[in-house]
C-alpha cells in the first residue's frame, strides 16, 4: 500500500532541545502529524485537552490498558503517557506520515514491535553544552543537576537503538541549528517516502502504461 503514512518515533534527553525541532519541523512542513498522547499528569497552564494531550484520571488510563487501547505506554516521572492505537491507525490510513515525541522506553517499545517504525534520537553536542543549558536555567540545585546528568547518560547510552541520530548543535555556534536539525529531520521523512517499497504502485502503473 504505497500511500499509507509511515510512523517515526523522536526521543532524545530532556534538554536537547527535541520539542522545539518537533514543533519546527510541524510549522513547516503541514504534510506531517504529531500523534497526540494521553497522560495522566495534570495540565500545565496553558495546555488545551486534546491538543497537548489528552488528559485522562488514573482509573481512564487503566481501563486504556485493560483494553488494550494502547500502542505503547510508560511511566515517565510518576506518571503515565500512552499513544493510542485508534491514533496512529488513523493517522497512516489516512496517508499522514506521524511522529511520536515519546519517552526512550516508549520509543524502544514501538521499534521492537514494528520494524517499519523509523526511530531518530536527538543528542546534544557535548555534556558541556548539557550542563551549560541545565545551569542556566538557574532553577536548579547541584544534586538536582548532577541527577539529570545520570538520567541523561543512561538515555544516550540508547541511542544505538536507533535508527538516525540528529545532533542538535549550540545555537551560540551555530546560529540556525534549530533549523537544521528540523530539516535533516525532514529529510529523513522523505527519504522513507523515496524508498522503493513506498513506490511500487507508481512504478507498476508507469511500466503498464509504457509497455501498454
Ligand atoms: P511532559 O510531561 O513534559 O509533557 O512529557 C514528559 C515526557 O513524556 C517526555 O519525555 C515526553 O516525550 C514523554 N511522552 C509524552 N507522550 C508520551 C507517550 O505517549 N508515550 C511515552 N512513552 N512517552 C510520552
Known sequence: MSNRGRLFVISGPAGAGKSEIVKTVL?????????????TRAPRPGEENGVSYHFVT????????????FYEWAHVHQNRYGTLK??????????HDLILEIDVQGCLQ??????????????????????????????ETEEAIRVRLGNVAKECA??????????????????????????EVYSIITARRRELDANREFLDKLNASLNA
Not at 59 to 68: G, I, P, Q, S
Not at 165 to 171: A, R
Request: proline letters at 5%; a negative charge; aromatic letters at 6%.
Open 58 to 69: 488514573d482509573e481512564r488510563f487503566d481501563a486504556l490498558v485493560a483494553e488494550n487501547a
Open 158 to 183: 540508547t541511542a544505538y537503538q536507533y535508527h538516525y541520530i540528529i545532533i542538535h548543535q549550540d545555537w551560540s555556534v551555530v546560529p540556525d541549528a534549530l533549523e537544521i536539525a528540523a530539516e
Open 86 to 95: 485508534s491514533v496512529v491507525r488513523q493517522e497512516l490510513d489516512a496517508g
Open 110 to 139: 514501538a521499534m521492537a514491535q514494528d520494524p517499519t517504525v523509523t526511530g531518530i534520537f536527538v543528542c546534544p553536542p557535548s555534556r558541556e553544552n548539557l550542563e551549560a543549558r541545565l545551569r542556566n536555567r538557574g532553577t
Open 27 to 39: 510549522k513547516r512542513h503541514p504534510d506531517v502529524k504529531l500523534s497526540v498522547s494521553c497522560t
